[in-house]
């Protein structure tokens, strides 16, 4: 029988514990146990295994309603952990035809609790169940068990009207669910659809040709029936000639009043194409606006249309869109609606209503009965020496409409020393005593055609005057009619008028503005009226100067640098009318007044327009260059083109009339696409400056390292010791400009100084600088003292003489008339300046206006300004260059209206003093 200690204690303890048998003893000896408490204790149990962590992430069920109804459940499983799986996914009434999870066939069968469940080990991870069977719905209407998802959808095939509790419908047969665990569904038939109505849609393109014979007009309908087919088109055309309409499905037409009814061949479903012709009679050239006849559709909508006005012949017509028009850019025009008619394109518009009006008016351009050429006012200054020869100055204010030269019948013996037309040296055409001077047209103006000044300058040889006698003198005639001239004659020094004969009337000042002869002022030499006369004259000469360069830019296009220049005309001169003239053009285009649209203002658009083909091919060469700079990423180059396209597109559109927007919507996109190359290339930058910084912080950062002190930096030296040792490698002084206009030869060296000023000349190039300097005032001082030969004046050389006193005669080249004057041999491109008015004698002056661009004001007064118009080289003297002296009596004369052909001519009584 075991011990009490056996039992209690397990074998390992127990052997442990019993002390070992003595061999020697035979007595046994006494027991000691001693026994740990936590051997006692039982084992614990090993730890229960972890549940295995399985999710329901999505469920979606498809059901196709019958007495069978299909399902298919597609069921997404996120299991956390591995481990066996017991599953319940759907009622057991389902008939089961297929079952796999993911993608390989699985057993679902029924459980005791009416469910069928998966069982199976699944691995960690996302599993896909797929599941396909049939449920018997005797009656429509089903509810399914399912397994609970936070997120199911149930779709439903088939027309029927389907209903879900609990479900929110997302779509046409489609809803969501919430998380519960079964789907009630019922259905019902679909109702069937009422019946839909017919719909036909209209797209059209007409195009009206306007010319001398009538109005031709064109277009294509394209009319798309649906729903229901159609077997007849219903189109509006008012009272029209020659009514033609053809297409490929048409049987015939036939037209009540304004309604034209298109017979089908059959009745179609689908797009149906009609072409039309008709024509109608012009409209009145009175400029009464006249109806255009334009085809719209009445069967249906008018899904899209557009009318297009061409000008057939030479004219000018004025389409004024009224309702359902609006205008649009000619590029908006579909293909299929181009090219029904000849002739430029005046407008394109978008037919916006069934009821559209357009109106026509025809503009006639036939000349007036007026004279070809015209001259406003001629004034012609002349001065004679005593040895016989006379310098001429001829001015005439031309305005021109067709004639192609102004024909001048000189004085016996005269010749041309240089033609100018509107500013512009000219070479003209001599046939005997005639000269043909080249003109151009005027330009239109609100005010009718604007005058431009034809100057002319002359040498005529004549007798010697003698003691005293009579002379006639004679000044050119003019092929056109004058309607005032203005003639001074200045005689020889010492001769002094004692009776004069002819047409023209002797005055004692010239009339303000051509009315009423002034009679009441002396006009005797240096008397301070005349030098008050000679400081306006100058101010309009320089008025006119202004004029003629904005005339030219006018002329260009540029009409923002003619209004500045127009400006600074009137400023010298405001009773110049053709500045005020041409400054309402001007304004039509890009002022105030150029929402003005009337029929002048449009005639002064189109001529305008007229000179821009070349800006429209550069134009299109600028957005080519544009468009592959974008797609080649160099934005750079994209802004600098598209600023000049913008730039040529707002000078294209500013000539562009109201119904037409061609230009108007290009320069938008042009100036939408530069606002986004400009934010593009921002960007850049801002991104290279950012990672610039960012390269400057590291540089500084590792530099910040190695930092070693350097002892203070020495007291600067003075520059010039530096410049000291510098090398030279180009001791030559440069000079950009060291002329200083020697070819204008007006500079008054007989007074004043010469001061030159070099800046920045270091201590090794002052010999080099010196030695320049030299030079330059040796040329000056050669140019100044050259010897003027005595020979015969050429065509080339203008004469200026200014003082008076006994004198000898008219030389050439410098030469001077009178011993006490000044004589200055002037280049083509110089006229003289303002004549300083006595201060005792002459009124203060008024402010001055601001000096144009173009003019040099830096000259001393008494001296020439010269101008920089370009001259022409084949004539070195320009007409403003030749001044007639002025070193004798002066005899003014004036005459009103004379005819072509007319010359100024009066026999004069004088006596030479001795």
């Known amino acids: 029988m075991p011990s009490l200690l056996a039992l209690l204690l397990p074998p390992a303890a127990l052997a442990a514990a019993l002390p070992a048998p003595d061999p020697l003893g035979d007595d046994p000896a006494p027991l000691v146990v001693t026994v740990d408490l936590e051997t006692l204790r039982p084992p614990a149990p090993p730890p229960p295994a972890p549940p295995t962590g399985l999710l329901p992430a999505s469920l979606d069920l498809t059901v196709t309603p019958g007495d069978e109804t299909a399902l298919e459940l597609v069921l997404d499983l996120d299991v956390l952990a591995a481990g066996p799986v017991h599953l319940p996914v759907i009622g057991a009434d389902l008939a089961l035809s297929s079952a796999t ?33 049939t449920v018997a719905t005797p009656r429509p209407e089903l509810t399914l068990p399912l397994l609970p998802a936070p997120r199911a959808t149930v779709q439903v095939r088939g027309p029927w009207q389907a209903h879900v509790a609990q479900g929110l419908a997302t779509g046409a047969g489609h809803f969501s669910l919430p998380p519960t665990g079964a789907v009630e569904l019922s259905w019902r038939p679909p109702t069937p659809p009422a019946p839909r109505p017919g719909v036909v849609q209209a797209r059209l393109a007409a195009a009206l040709r306007v010319d001398g014979s009538g109005i031709q007009g064109r277009a294509r309908v394209r009319a798309t029936a649906a729903h229901q087919p159609v077997s007849h088109l219903d189109l509006r055309l008012p009272a029209v000639e020659d009514l033609q309409v053809e297409g490929a499905a048409v049987a015939g037409w036939e037209r009540s009043g304004d309604l034209v009814r298109v017979r089908l061949s059959r009745p179609l479903l689908g797009t149906v194409e009609l072409s039309l012709a008709w024509r109608a009679p012009a409209p009145s050239s009175d400029g009464a606006p006249a109806a255009l006849p334009l085809p719209v559709t009445t069967s249906g ?60 008016r025809v503009l006639d351009l036939s000349p007036v009965d007026a004279p070809p050429t015209f001259v406003d006012e001629a004034r012609i200054e002349v001065a004679y020496a005593a040895h016989g020869r006379a310098l001429l100055r001829c001015r005439y204010q031309v305005r021109n409409d ?26 003209p055409v001599r046939d005997g005593d005639r000269l043909f001077i080249p003109l151009e047209k005027s330009v239109e103006t609100l005010s009718g055609l604007v005058a431009f000044p034809v100057e002319v300058a002359l040498l005529a040889p004549e007798r010697p005057w003698e003691a005293r006698g009579q002379r006639t003198l004679t000044a050119p005639a003019v092929d056109a009619p004058v309607a005032h001239a203005r003639w001074e004659v200045v005689l020889p020094p010492g001769a002094r008028q004692r009776h004069v004969d002819g047409r023209p009337t002797v005055v004692q000042a010239w009339t303000e503005g051509g009315e ?31 004029w003629n360069l904005a005339y030219r830019a006018y002329q260009d296009n540029r009409f923002d640098v003619a209004r500045g220049m127009l400006e600074q005309s009137l400023a010298w001169d405001g009773d110049n009318q053709a500045a005020r003239d041409l400054l309402q053009n001007v304004d039509v285009l890009t002022g105030e007044d150029r929402a003005q649209d009337d029929d002048q ?28 700079a974008l797609r080649a990423g160099d934005y750079e180059v994209a802004q600098e083109v598209l600023a000049e396209l913008e730039q040529l597109t707002r000078d294209l559109a500013v000539v562009e009339d109201t119904e037409s927007v061609d230009q108007k919507v290009m320069l938008e996109e042009t100036r939408k696409k530069l606002d986004e190359v400009t934010v593009a290339l921002k960007r850049k930058k801002d991104a290279q400056d950012k990672e610039s910084r960012s390269e400057v912080q590291a540089v500084e950062v590792v530099q910040a390292e190695e930092v070693v002190e350097w002892p203070p930096e020495p007291a600067p030296v003075q520059a010039w010791e530096e410049a000291a040792d510098l090398p030279i490698e180009q001791s030559e002084l440069v000079i950009e400009q060291s002329e200083l206009v020697i070819e204008q030869s007006e500079l008054p060296i007989e007074q004043g100084e010469l001061v030159i000023v070099v800046d920045g000349i270091l201590p090794p190039e002052r010999a080099a600088a010196e030695q320049g300097i030299a030079g330059l005032l040796a040329g000056l001082h050669g140019a ?41 041999a002037t280049s083509a491109e110089s006229r003289r300046a303002p004549a300083s008015p006595k201060p005792a004698e002459a009124p203060p002056p008024p402010p001055a206006p601001p000096p144009t661009p173009p003019v040099s ?21 320009a007409p403003l260059s030749v001044r007639p002296p002025r070193a004798g009596q002066r005899l003014l004369l004036e005459q009103k209206l004379l005819a072509p052909g007319d010359a100024l001519a009066v026999t004069l009584t004088y006596r030479l003093r001795d």
């Open 516 to 546: 009423v002869l002034v009679i009441d002022r002396v006009a005797a030499v240096g008397d301070g009226t005349l030098a008050l006369e000679d400081a306006a004259e100058a101010r309009r000469e320089q008025s006119q100067e202004t």
């Open 101 to 133: 999870l993911d993608g390989r066939p699985v057993a679902l069968p029924p459980d005791p609790s009416g469910w069928r469940a998966l069982a199976a080990v699944l691995p960690a991870g996302r599993h896909r169940l797929r599941l396909a069977g």
């Open 784 to 824: 100044a003292a050259a010897p003027t030969p005595q020979a015969e004046p050429s065509p080339d050389t203008a004469v200026a003489v200014r003082g008076g006193g006994r004198g000898a005669g008219l030389g050439s080249r410098g030469a001077g008339l009178g011993g006490g004057g000044r004589a200055q």
């Open 402 to 427: 067709r004639n192609q030269y102004l024909a001048l019948t000189l004085p016996d013996g005269a010749r041309p020393l240089g033609v100018r037309v509107a500013g512009r040296v000219v070479q």
């Open 857 to 877: 004001t830096s000259a001393p007064a008494g001296s020439t300004v010269p101008t920089a118009l370009a001259m022409d080289p084949a004539v070195t003297a």
């Open 301 to 360: 909508q008018l899904e899209q249309g557009f009318v297009t006005v061409h000008l057939g012949d030479q004219g000018t017509v004025v389409p004024r869109p009224d309702r359902g028009l609006q205008p649009v850019a000619g590029r908006d025009l579909p293909a299929w609606g181009r090219g029904l008619v000849d002739g430029a394109v005046v407008s394109t518009l978008a037919l916006t209503g069934n009821s559209p009006a357009l109106s026509l």
């Open 601 to 628: 203002a449009r005639r002064v658009r189109a001529m305008a327009r007229a000179k821009t083909s070349g800006m429209e091919s550069e134009q299109s060469e600028k957005k080519q260059e544009a468009e592959e």
